[in-house]
Antibody
């Protein structure tokens, strides 16, 4: 059974830092792109970042670029999100998401097929 | 970044109704679009990928169509368990972007 379990959320002051972790099990972690997606309270979904299987490619949303860093440890089946210079608008539930990926005819599509339960990050003084 | 505009933002329909949600991209995105369903307090669930491909295990009453800039998600016969918020997502270019969501309520 595929499981994604996030941890590391909590209350942090504006300007502070936090590191989220995601423990993956039930699948061959090293063969999948992985993502972070967040949702502010009562708001819609926002893609945060993703990382290639070997960590050689990383992409970020505009609102977190330069402040957040995604990383992974395939030996530990773990995904991470280092969040620096946190702002109130970063308050959200952060989901760890697997990308199954589907390629056909030279085009590849994202398939966010498994999501964790989320961890809440609250940025407030 | 590519903007994804969903409409309507909310709707109310009866069981058995045919319901259609639309998503418009600010530029052409081929068929690089997915649809997700989210129920309160739960993580989103993938329904459709590549604009019209049904994810394994998703009921056949859900269907997707469109290409370029205009897309739609249709529920052919609305069921009580379909009460949820639906989001489109474009993966044509980074950053990946979601639509604002459509909340579907059952009358």
């Amino acid at each position: 059974e595929v499981q994604l379990v996030e941890s590391g959320g909590g209350l942090v002051q504006p300007g502070g830092s936090l590191r989220l972790s995601c423990a993956a099990s039930g699948f061959t972690f090293r063969t999948y792109w992985m993502n972070w997606v967040r949702q502010a309270p009562g708001k819609g979904l926002e893609w945060v970042a993703n990382i290639k299987q070997d960590g050689s490619e990383k992409y970020y949303g505009d609102s977190v670029k330069g402040r957040f860093t995604i990383s992974r440890d395939n030996a530990k089946n773990s995904l991470y999100l280092q969040m620096n210079s946190l702002r109130g608008e970063d308050t959200a539930v952060y989901y760890c998401v697997r990308d199954e990926g589907y390629c056909t005819g030279g085009v590849c599509y994202l398939l966010f097929d498994y999501w964790g339960q989320g961890t809440l990050v609250t940025v407030s003084s | 970044a590519i903007q994804m505009t969903q409409s309507p933002s909310s709707l109310s329909a009866s069981v058995g109704d045919r319901v259609t949600i639309t998503c418009r991209a600010s530029q052409g995105i081929r068929k690089d679009l997915g649809w997700y369903q989210q129920k309160p307090g739960k993580a989103p669930k993938l329904l459709i990928y590549a604009a019209s491909s049904l994810q394994t295990g998703v009921p056949s009453r859900f269907s997707g169509s469109g290409s370029g800039t205009d897309f739609s998600l249709t529920v052919s016969s609305l069921q009580p368990e379909d009460s949820a918020t639906y989001y489109c997502l474009q993966d044509f270019d980074y950053p990946v972007t979601f639509g604002g969501g459509t909340k579907v309520e059952i009358k």
